[in-house]
């Protein structure tokens, strides 16, 4: 089993599968405490800086290839790699991907579940007067396509801005769990957005369930005022966390979750390690008061201050549910396996 906590200092390193550190600077990945760290840059102030560290119970295996760290427990596997800054970066993310990918082949963990992209500049444009977001998008879409992915395979995933340092990801991916992909019935697909979002879709899922032990996880990408394709209340940022929690609130309901055979659903008091992606930093204040309301006080959340994937965008929310964690009587419906059988 694997679950993730965020720690704001020193942590022992046995039991790790990898590490994300949102920090001030980013570094290449490496290995050098033992287990692979993706450093990213991702907060103006040392003060802020905090890293997420995947956990496993089972003997781990670590590695590197070609820059892409990895380290894998015979059940999940942790990879992480990062791209240099560049005025076009389609072909070296195909690139890395393909590398990642590969990895995920090699070591027979093929079941990709969840993704984590840091992309610098992400609104800024290339040397062809593309979005950096959409020119990442289309060297990711390439890979995967190559790959062999069809779109119903593609992992929950979170694309948001770095403040500097390329493009850092990072992904998990299981040997042998049962996982299943969630679209949410709000949201168009992301990889059905229509053309003038970019030439290639965002290649990820709304967020994938993932059998473990008894229960299931469920990852849930990051999640934005977006309803159908379309961004929702331009320039208003309660209402665009509001959105964004009725997104969540959806993707999680029972109805929702039914639509893909999975039982119970969820709610948003359920949700663990949670990220909020602010790209205002003046807007801070307001979406801690929004997200204390909403989510559980057994819930970690991290704020970061960065750019999102359009620029309309405002407010961008991740999380994920843990088995085990504690569902009110009326949700408690048989042990879930997560199993559609
Ligand atoms: C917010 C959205 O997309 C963002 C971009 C993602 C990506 O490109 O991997 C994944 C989730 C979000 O971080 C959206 O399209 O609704």
Redesign the pocket.
Known sequence: MTWSSFQTGPFSSSGVLGAVVYGPRSRNPHLDRGFPELTVHAVADSADAFTEVWHTDRPIERGTLDGVVHAHDGETLFCAARIDSSDDCAEAVRAAYLTALGLTRTLDHQRIFRMW?FVENINGTNSEGLEVYRDF?RGRARAFHEFGFTDERLPA????GALGGGIGFCLLAGRSAHSVTIENSRQVP?YRYPRRYGPSS?S?ARATHVAAGSGASIYV????S?VGHETLHRGQIAEQCDETLANLEHLLSADNLARHGLRPGRRLEDLRNIKVYVRNRQDLPAVREICAKAFSQAADIAFLNVD??RSD?LV?IEGIVFPGVELPASHRVEVDTGVNT
């Not at 995933?157 to 948001?160: D, Q, S």
């Not at 990408?221 to 934005?224: E, N």
């Open positions: 992209n998008c995933a979170t694309g948001v992301a965002p990820f990408s990051g999640t934005a977006v999102l994937c965008l961008e």
